[in-house]
């Protein structure tokens, strides 16, 4: 099967493109149609050589998702469900913010860290997203902002949609590299956040890379054994790896981590983990900041969205330590646009008509 060109950096392209008995500068030429004037034939690729161009062409796909659904809310945020090359189906989300456009991309089919809170843990992974399906994903929301004409680019990245990325680090890199390049899209390291539930050793790396992407850890919980009980990942890097792996990550790269944390009602909400967690956080605040995050009640989960009073009593604990926090605002709760709702309840619906097709076969 054809790869999709847009899985490749800057870097692997030219390697690629001198491989092949061409010569360097046609990388940049490439690049440029592809995401400068973001072209979707590589015929259109006007002052490319035709020799390249059949090379490319046999080679390279300039896209291997098909868009299945498109959503909009009417706060402008935009759902798009997508379909890959094997049938599977993943979910991308466009929301609008005043200070730029941002897309929330998924990094795997299915998750398999398993939160009991997540629609995405329900379903198991399949696979991991290669990094071309990463990137088609911001592709294919810049190409329908292009479409609409309003000259629009997608100015933020959220790596939050379903899947682990640090369970995908090489793809989740290639496709950071991709979308920072400076020759292309250009999205500002600093306009990119990935959040990880928690992979420690990952977190060593990536502190490590010399990148400024922003880091965001699903916290959740102020100690073990209420962690556990809803993130099954605290048993294999349980607080006091994670606590050591997040110093390491600030000290390394003096870069303010956001901590996010789920509201469930009656489970983690209460004023005394408001304290545990500024606490577990006092001598890092400087580099602090809390996501206080309303839960998105999901079918079949045991979980409630806490009160009002009880996300304010929450915050102003935290802010009376000295912890700066915020409650996040809500995109596209009329589109099922939180963490694989909708790609869920489409796979529910395409379960329940198959299972009517057996019925009346
Ligand atoms: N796997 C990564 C990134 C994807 S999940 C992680 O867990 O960090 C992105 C964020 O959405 C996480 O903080 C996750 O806990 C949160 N989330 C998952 N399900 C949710 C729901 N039903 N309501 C609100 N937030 C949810
Ligand atoms: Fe996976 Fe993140 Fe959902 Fe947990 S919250 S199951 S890590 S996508």
């Not at 899985?7 to 008995?21: K, S, V």
Request: proline share 2%; net charge neutral; hydrophobic share 35%.
């Amino acid at each position: 099967m054809k790869q999709s060109i847009y899985g490749l950096t800057f870097e692997q392209l030219t390697d690629w493109i001198m491989e092949h008995g061409e010569k360097k500068f046609r990388a940049k030429q490439v690049w440029d149609w592809l995401y400068q004037k973001r072209v979707t034939d590589f015929s259109q690729m006007k002052n490319v050589n035709e020799s390249l161009i059949n090379l490319l062409e046999s080679h390279f796909t300039l896209g291997t998702l098909t868009e299945e659904i498109k959503q909009e809310s009417q706060d402008g945020t935009i759902k798009f469900l997508f379909k890959l090359a094997d049938g599977n189906v993943i979910e991308t989300v466009l929301m609008r913010f005043n200070y730029g456009l941002s897309v929330c991309v998924t990094t795997q089919v299915g998750c398999n860290i398993g939160c009991s809170f997540c629609a995405s843990g329900i379903l198991s992974k399949s696979r991991d997203l290669t990094s071309g399906e990463i990137v088609e994903q911001i592709m294919q929301v810049q190409h329908h902002l292009d479409n609409q004409g309003k000259d629009e680019r997608v100015s933020h990245i959220v790596v939050m949609g379903i899947g682990e990325p640090f369970d995908n680090y090489d793809n989740l890199m290639d496709f950071l590299r991709v979308v920072n390049d400076q020759k292309g899209l250009s999205i500002g390291a600093r306009h990119i956040t990935v959040s990880t539930s928690g992979i420690a050793p990952k977190m060593y790396d990536f502190a490590d890379e010399g990148i400024q992407v922003n880091l965001a850890l699903s916290i959740h919980a102020p100690n073990n054994d209420l962690r556990s009980k809803i993130m099954k990942i605290n048993k294999a890097y349980p607080l006091e790896k994670l606590m050591p792996a997040i110093d390491y990550y600030l000290e390394k790269t003096n870069r303010r981590i956001t901590f996010e944390y789920i509201l469930l009602k009656d489970v983690n909400d209460h004023k005394e983990e408001a304290e545990q967690l500024a606490n577990l956080l006092k001598d890092k605040r400087h580099l602090s900041y809390v996501n206080l995050i309303p839960y998105n009640p999901v079918a079949d989960h045991p979980y409630d969205r806490s009160e009002k009073e009880a996300i304010l009593t929450f915050y102003q604990t935290l802010m009376d330590r000295g912890i700066k926090c915020g409650v996040r605002t809500e995109h596209g709760t009329d589109i099922d646009a939180a963490c694989g709702q909708l790609r869920s309840k489409q796979i529910e619906k395409e379960k329940a008509r198959k299972k009517k097709k057996l019925q009346n076969s």
